[in-house]
């Protein structure tokens, strides 16, 4: 299945037209991504593997994916820490949360030990849209703490951004949330969800390494 990716600038310009023609709200867009996260890991990691998921949630709303209603997981007796390297050693799976499309540059503090903590752990990882320090349009980078790091999974909220072609784990599909006027508008071919499925894992399109 030949996928077409959406580049950063137009992954934006998209979200801006879903909460103004598509009449969704941040909060809404929010809440189906991180279900289609929660549907991607379930998939990649069933409970027989361990219960214990650690969410590393960033400042924007790449982050907001991973952590929403912060207040009902605490009811739920959802534990939160932050000293996220002794919370790995405790956990089964993690959740990259940190950094989406909006992500640019040289990894700056205080994240470069998180993203090193990211590449030398032996735990699967579930990255959510991006792998946290790649560039969106060019992919891993060839220096810093993200050199090397390669999670295992990838969850490409709407559709996949070009850093997809260096990607080499398991590829889902995720945000249900795309009418056909907006995914032509963006050129993009949505992918056949099944059923109630917020997700839909696809073949990489492309390896370059
Ligand atoms: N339609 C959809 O697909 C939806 C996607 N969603 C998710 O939202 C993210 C994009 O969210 P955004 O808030 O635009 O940005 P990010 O979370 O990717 O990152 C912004 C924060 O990261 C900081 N940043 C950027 N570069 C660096 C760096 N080199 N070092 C350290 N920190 C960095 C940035 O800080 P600034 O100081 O630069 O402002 C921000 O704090 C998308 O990928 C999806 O996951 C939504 O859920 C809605 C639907
Ligand atoms: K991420």
């Not at 090193?116 to 699967?124: I, V």
Request: aromatic share 8%; glycine share 10%; net charge negative.
């Amino acid at each position: 299945m030949a996928l077409k990716t959406l580049s950063a600038k137009n992954a934006a310009a998209l979200d801006k037209d879903l909460m103004s023609v598509g009449a969704f709200s941040i909060d809404q867009l929010m809440e189906l991504a991180g279900l289609s996260v929660s549907q991607a890991v379930f998939r990649v990691h069933p409970l027989s593997r361990g219960r214990r998921i650690l969410v590393a949630c960033g400042p924007g709303n790449n982050g907001g994916d991973g952590l929403r209603l912060a207040t009902q997981l605490r009811n739920l007796g959802v534990p939160f820490v932050d000293d996220f390297e002794s919370a790995m050693t405790e956990a089964d799976h993690v959740v990259d949360a940190i950094f989406g499309f909006s992500f640019s540059g040289e990894v700056r503090e205080p994240f470069p030990a998180v993203i090193k903590a990211l590449k030398e752990t032996s735990l699967p990882v579930t990255s959510v849209d991006a792998p946290s320090s790649w560039s969106i349009e060019d992919g891993p980078p060839v220096s810093g703490p993200g050199n090397g790091f390669h999670p295992s999974t990838l969850v490409s909220l709407t559709a996949p951004k070009p850093l997809v072609k260096w990607f080499t784990g398991r590829h889902f599909i995720g945000g249900r949330f795309v009418s056909p006027d907006i995914a032509k508008k963006y050129n993009l071919e949505l992918p056949a969800y099944e059923g109630i499925d917020q997700v839909v894992e696809v073949e990489n399109i492309a390896i370059k390494l």
